[in-house]
């Protein structure tokens, strides 16, 4: 039997051929895959977020698809739409790119409500509706948005509603010297750092592979105590004086689970404090809302989630 840890451990091998200096990344995709959780990849231009996903997806066998959000951008664009057949003096219908396993949406809060709307229902339902009818999206199904960190212009802020769907925000910084050297000479060879085959990129996991591993990270243990943790960092949240909005139960649930899924992928049955402390930032720090005058004095998502976690108490 094969053993899809190991099928996917060697996918993270497989993506750094292309993509060097962003592990934490690649970690957090593959445990979204096996989650099924949508994820928010936000980095300045040039950091390699789309040939990350679009590397994750061949070394899977999974289908891909980018979408370009602008603001003309219509939810049939998205979805698809109806077309008709003069042969058969009928409608056919023409599924939109979102009929895909990896779907990055580029810049996503590019796009106005509307067309967000139509991305919340394929996010949350696995499904889009096209004239009324429900049309299922493939399985497995999610939804890579990228995010600029530094150019707002133009831009309609993503709905507390849209975020919580988003399992994790991924931050993608810049690549260390060591690791920049190497993309640098991959350039001098000439290269193209988007011809997967070149790289050297090649399917060594499957859908199967996924749903397999789906099933072991269900079955990690969680001790009470675990539970009562991610409850009370939950509850620290809606009464931090820091806080204007904090942690849904929706988003206390995606904290435990991307906990079972990194001590799955850690090689463990079970699940640690600090696997619940390793999740804690990309599972929570978009659903935060900071009072304005704690956003004045410099304060970050992240520094009000270390600073909750040093206050919660940890089971033994």
Known sequence: MSDPRAALTAVQAEV??????????????????LLRGHVILEGVPGVAKTLTVKALAGALDLQFRRIQFTPDLMPSDVTGNLVYEGADAGFRFRPGPIFANLVLADELNRTPPKTQAAMLEAMEERQVSVEGEARP??????VVATQNPIEYEGTYPLPEAELDRFLFKLRVGYPEPAEERKVLKLHDRGIDPHDLRALGVTPVASAADLQEGAAGVTAVRVADGIIDYVAALARETRTSPSLTLGVSPRGAAMLLRAAKAWAWLSGNDFVTPDDVKALLKPTWRHRLILRPEVELEGAKADSVLDALAERVPVPA
């Open 16 to 33: 750094a051929k292309a993509v060097h200096g962003q592990d934490h990344v690649i970690w957090g995709l593959t445990a979204a895959l």
């Open 137 to 142: 999206l493939p399985n497995p199904f999610i």
